[in-house]
């Protein structure tokens, strides 16, 4: 199985920056599925961001496009989501999702189905 481990969640002003790191434990796989998802307050969770980490395909939902990136360190077992040019509505509590790799995750129309979660990180943008 997967471990999965978010970090770097916090509180910061409309206009500013946070970097959310995803540590992935228990595999050898050089390719992982792994996205990110959020759930704002009072809401149904949504997809942000993915990348294929093997082949280094990422995709991204239309509010989050030219503001956030997804990005991935082979070394550290890690995929980052950098958020910049933060606003209030990208308030939610923020999580990763892996699940074992290739390209499903990036050619289909949603990010697909995983079975490895964290425990979520909160991203709280005040305006």
């Known amino acids: 199985s997967l471990g999965v481990a978010e970090s770097g969640g916090g509180s910061v002003q409309a206009g500013g920056s946070l970097k959310l790191s995803c540590l992935i434990s228990g595999s050898t796989w050089t390719t992982h599925c792994v996205a990110w998802f959020r759930q704002p307050p009072g809401k149904e969770r949504e997809e942000v961001a993915v990348?294929?980490?093997?082949?280094?395909?990422?995709k991204y939902v239309e509010s989050v496009k030219g503001r956030f990136t997804i990005s991935h360190d082979e070394a550290a077992n890690t995929v980052y989501l950098l958020l910049n040019s933060l606003k209030p509505e990208d308030t939610a509590k923020y999580y990763c999702?892996?699940?074992?790799?290739?390209?499903?995750?990036?050619?289909?129309?949603?990010?697909?189905?995983?079975?490895?979660w964290g425990q979520g990180t909160q991203v709280t943008v005040s305006s």
């Open positions: 990348i294929s980490t093997g082949y280094n395909r990422t």
């Open positions: 999702a892996a699940d074992w790799g290739g390209m499903w995750c990036v050619d289909a129309p949603t990010f697909g189905q995983y079975d490895y």
